[in-house]
């Protein structure tokens, strides 16, 4: 487990619930700076071809979009750096908006089908495509259609591996089309 996250998320609050249900408290020494990501890492986040974002309004309101594209849309630049392209949507810019207030993110990445997930804490910002081309070419799929607008990197803080206790199993069309494949 990396220590860095439970360094920022278990605050005097969350100590004090531990306290009051389990007659004891966890102590994290030692924490790093960061934790960065590993290999075990990078492959879970290369093969996923979606996440959920959270950022946080100046209002202390959190929002919580869904982010999908074709697998491996989000890029792990190197350990410590995830990045993707941001194409033209539904023109809200809730997250885009959040983070010039608040550049704090967590990411939330699922593998319903083997019940693992993994959730990240890091910083981010919001980079103009068309004044980082060399940034550009890193992230944009060349199959997308839609024109990307903005690029979205994050510094990783830390992360940890969930546990996979409640997971119910989901499978793509494409997982369920090659199950029964050999059934018909």
């Known amino acids: 487990m990396a220590m860095k996250y439970l360094d920022l998320t278990f605050t005097d609050s969350v100590r004090r619930a531990q306290q009051d249900y389990y007659g004891r408290t966890a102590v994290i020494d030692g924490a790093p700076e960061r934790d960065p990501l590993g290999e075990a890492e990078a492959e879970f986040i290369s093969a996923r071809d979606s996440f959920y974002l959270g950022t946080v309004n100046v209002n202390g309101w959190p929002y919580i979009q869904h982010r999908g594209g074709p697998i491996g ?6 350990p410590t750096t995830l990045a993707f392209a941001d194409y033209k949507g539904n023109r809200q810019l809730l997250s885009t908006g959040n983070l010039s207030d608040n550049d704090r993110v967590a990411l939330f ?66 997982e369920i089309e090659g199950m029964v494949r050999p059934l018909k």
Not at 73 to 78: D, T
Request: net charge positive; aromatic share 6%.
């Open 73 to 78: 849309f989000l890029k792990v630049l190197n």
């Open 109 to 174: 990445l699922m593998d319903y089908t083997n019940r693992t997930r993994l959730k990240i804490l890091g910083h981010a910002r919001v980079v103009n495509s068309r004044t980082h081309p060399e940034l550009l070419a890193q992230v944009a799929d060349p199959t997308m259609k839609s024109k990307v607008e903005r690029v979205m990197v994050i510094n990783v803080v830390s992360y940890d591996w969930n546990c996979p206790s409640h997971i119910t199993p989901r499978y793509s069309v494409e």
